[in-house]
């Protein structure tokens, strides 16, 4: 079964730094896409950032330039570095994958930013 299990979230001043981490088990990490997801109030779930198996990233346009999603193999876990934080990043972040053709999605943490 797959797992994923975000952590990291908070409540952060403007202009701001935080790390999101997912544990990723119940699959071959090294061979998957992740990608991860926010909500904001309101809002749809949209997506934010995706690295590849070789590590090939990609990034919604309104996060390039301040969010790096990175991935270490040997721990199963995929980041979100977020620098430059601003109240519009406020929002539930999800871990996202896809395994035998079914989307898996962690429980999200939740970050804050405040102006």
């Known amino acids: 079964q797959v797992q994923l299990v975000e952590s990291g979230g908070g409540l952060v001043q403007a202009g701001g730094s935080l790390r999101l981490s997912c544990v990723a088990s119940?699959?071959?990490?090294?061979?998957?896409?992740m990608h991860w997801y926010r909500q904001g109030p309101g809002n749809q779930r949209e997506l934010v950032a995706t690295i590849t198996s070789i590590g090939i990233t990609d990034y919604a346009d309104s996060v390039k330039g301040r969010f790096t999603i990175s991935r270490d193999n040997a721990k199963n876990t995929v980041y979100l570095q977020m620098n430059s934080l601003k109240p519009e990043d406020t929002a539930v972040y999800y871990c996202?994958?896809?395994?035998?053709?079914?989307?898996?999605w962690g429980q999200g943490t939740q970050v804050t930013v405040s102006s």
């Open positions: 996202n994958t896809e395994n035998r053709n079914v989307a898996y």
């Open positions: 119940g699959m071959i990490f090294s061979v998957k896409r």
